[in-house]
């Protein structure tokens, strides 16, 4: 998942700030408190205070279907 932030380009008098961050995880899910617990993670690494924010938002990657399933990785 892509977590993003920016302040407004137009507002020449305020402070700019842009930053995102890719939040990766270890399994695939369905379930939406560890997705919006992913992003409140990966928001809390790049927020910071004082900034006039004017957009944000998270973008889902590598989408698969729920029928494909990943095969564990082999231990020896």
């Known amino acids: ?4 932030i920016h302040t407004s380009p137009f507002q020449a008098q305020d402070k700019h700030y842009s930053r995102s961050i890719t939040v990766p995880r ?3 899910t369905a379930d939406t408190a ?3 617990g992913a992003a409140i993670s990966g928001l809390k690494q790049i927020y910071k205070r004082d900034y006039r924010l004017a ?3 998270v973008m889902l990657l590598d989408l ?3 029928s494909i399933v990943q095969s564990e ?3 020896y």
Do not use: E
């Open 1 to 4: 998942m892509l977590v993003f």
């Open 55 to 57: 957009k944000a938002g």
């Open 64 to 66: 698969q279907d729920s």
């Open 73 to 75: 990785p082999a231990h």
């Open 34 to 36: 560890l997705i919006v």
């Open 26 to 28: 270890r399994r695939p």
